[in-house]
């Protein structure tokens, strides 16, 4: 680490609005501040203007979750926030602990991290004031996998929006025929010299950051829904830390803002902005999403890998929009795909057979290990029972 790191209290400051732009504010203490940019891709409401009390209540909620990535850089003991509700609370709580325990894990810090929070004088915002707008239809976040592209396939007249779109989201829409709301995260480029000079990095609950932009998004072009493809297996730890003396045991979930705690956490703070926020997927195995996907013929208009959408280091997936073939996300989703699809077919989606490669026989058996990997795979059993299904099929 160079000698300018940042020290201090991590303080979620304030968000601001011009034009079609949102800036969250950050900093540590007095030594560093950082700034984040959103863009929409249209003018903002104003103070008194219609939307613009429902706009600020997301905003807000998305100031306390994308800090995390701030945050990180140095960890420290101590939070300061502006003064927040019982939900606002439990939630940034929640994303600042589970939501960080890999990164924690992975970088041998504590887990979880030792978080004091001190909210600033003021008063939050009331919990049981309902939007008065009246919403109707659905906003339908797509990442560029198989699970948010069954979910605009089941929703025909959903909107379809992505965060820093790349091809592959763009493909989706094309296939489905409907058209694609953007919407541009730029982290601060202090972030990644920071990272460069020694900082700590790591994993973030990403999916709860872009929850909160697209209930925004939600508000500004009044959709009553947003729909999740967030699936059962997302509540499944990666890896479990044994109890000790004095102390349970201690689960730490790569998809944590993904889990079924954190929608449940989520919905309570969107509610009373007038967005219903849920996952459709949250009831299904992966497996039934797997022939799901096939059986709608979406298999060949997915990237379920996240090589592909990496923000800072380019690699061949990312340039090429198309899986990288060696990367836990990859094998799951091949073996969730395979049982319902014919060998050429996979072999097309993946450009080979990833399944008959020697070298994938471990990594697979990862998949139902006691320490699963750190990427967006399912439940143990059900990668077990995929193996089970592919053997009793015909070579």
Not at 73 to 97: R, V
Not at 216 to 221: G, K, T
Not at 262 to 279: C, K, M, N, T
């Amino acid at each position: 680490m160079s000698e300018q790191q940042p020290s201090g209290p991590f303080i979620i400051s304030h968000s601001s609005v011009d034009g079609p732009i949102v800036r969250l504010h950050y900093g540590f203490g007095s030594t560093q501040e950082f700034t984040e940019v959103i863009e929409f891709d249209r003018d903002l409401p104003q103070e008194g203007q219609v939307g613009f009390e429902d706009f600020s209540r997301a905003v807000r909620v998305l100031l306390l979750i994308a800090g995390v990535s701030y945050y990180k850089s140095i960890a420290p003991t101590q939070i300061e926030a502006p003064a927040l509700n019982a939900a606002e609370s439990a939630l940034l709580l929640a994303m600042y602990d589970e939501g960080l325990r890999e990164f924690a894990y992975r970088n041998n810090l504590p887990v979880p991290l030792p978080v004091d929070l001190v909210e600033r004088p003021g008063i939050a915002p009331e919990l049981t004031v309902d939007s008065p707008t009246v919403r109707d239809g659905s906003l339908i976040p797509v990442g560029g996998g198989k699970d948010s592209a069954l979910v605009a396939d089941l929703v025909p007249d959903g909107v379809l929006m992505a965060v820093n779109p790349k091809g592959a989201h763009q493909h989706l829409a094309e296939h489905l025929g409907r058209p694609l709301l953007s919407v541009q995260r730029t982290l601060d480029p202090q972030l990644r010299e920071l990272v460069a000079a020694g900082a700590l990095n790591g994993h973030v609950p990403v999916t709860a950051i872009n929850s909160a932009i697209a209930v925004a998004l939600a508000v500004l072009i009044d959709r009553r829904d947003v729909l999740m493809g967030l699936e059962r297996s997302a509540s499944e730890p990666s890896l479990v830390i044994p109890a000790e003396a004095g102390r349970p045991e201690i689960e730490v979930n790569h998809q944590y803002s993904k889990s079924a705690e954190a929608e449940q956490l989520l919905r309570a703070v969107f509610d009373p902005i007038g967005v219903r926020y849920l996952s459709l997927l949250r009831p299904m195995t992966e497996l039934a999403i797997g022939r799901s996907v096939a059986q709608r013929g979406l298999a060949s208009d997915i990237v379920s890998c996240n090589r592909a959408f990496t923000l800072w280091n380019e690699n061949e997936s990312s340039r090429t929009q198309r899986p990288c073939g060696d990367c836990a996300k990859c094998l799951f989703t091949a073996l969730m795909l395979a049982p319902s699809l014919s060998p050429d077919q996979v072999r097309e989606q993946f450009g080979r057979d990833l399944l008959d490669e020697s070298d994938h026989l471990d990594p697979v058996r990862e998949l139902w290990s006691a320490e699963k990997p750190f990427d967006c795979v399912g439940e143990r059993h059900e990668s077990a029972a995929a193996v089970a299904l592919l053997a009793e099929l015909p070579e």
